[in-house]
């Protein structure tokens, strides 16, 4: 089995997505941290919502990827201030994180 364990994080991307993928409106966006540029981690973007993604909708997206929670891992949530560098005023962000495993014949 695989023991690799990576970074998964979540947030709503509101100023556009870390991939190419136009979006016609903020959306929440799942990458999974691994070396090399950031253009190159497995990315899922939802359409665009104001609803969260809920746990089942999470797992399908980093099963996509080629990803599943490791063994005891939970989301966790942060808030973080918005960058100041954005157009619109300063707000707050949730940002979602957990421990991830490959999957066995997975992509990563």
């Known amino acids: 089995m695989n023991k690799q364990i990576f970074g998964a994080q979540m947030s709503v991307r509101c100023c556009g997505t870390t991939s190419l993928a136009a979006t016609d409106g903020p959306c929440w966006q799942l990458y999974v941290a691994m070396s090399g540029l950031v253009s190159e981690w497995p990315t899922y973007t939802w359409p665009p919502t104001g609803e969260i993604p809920t746990l089942d909708e999470r797992a399908r997206a980093l099963a996509d990827l080629g ?4 063994e005891g891992a939970e989301w966790e949530w942060t808030e973080h201030d918005g960058p ?6 300063a707000r707050v962000l949730l940002l979602c994180s957990a421990q991830v495993r490959p999957l066995e014949g997975g992509a990563a």
Do not use: R, S, V
């Open 84 to 89: 100041d560098y954005h157009p619109h005023p």
């Open 67 to 70: 990803f599943a929670l490791a």
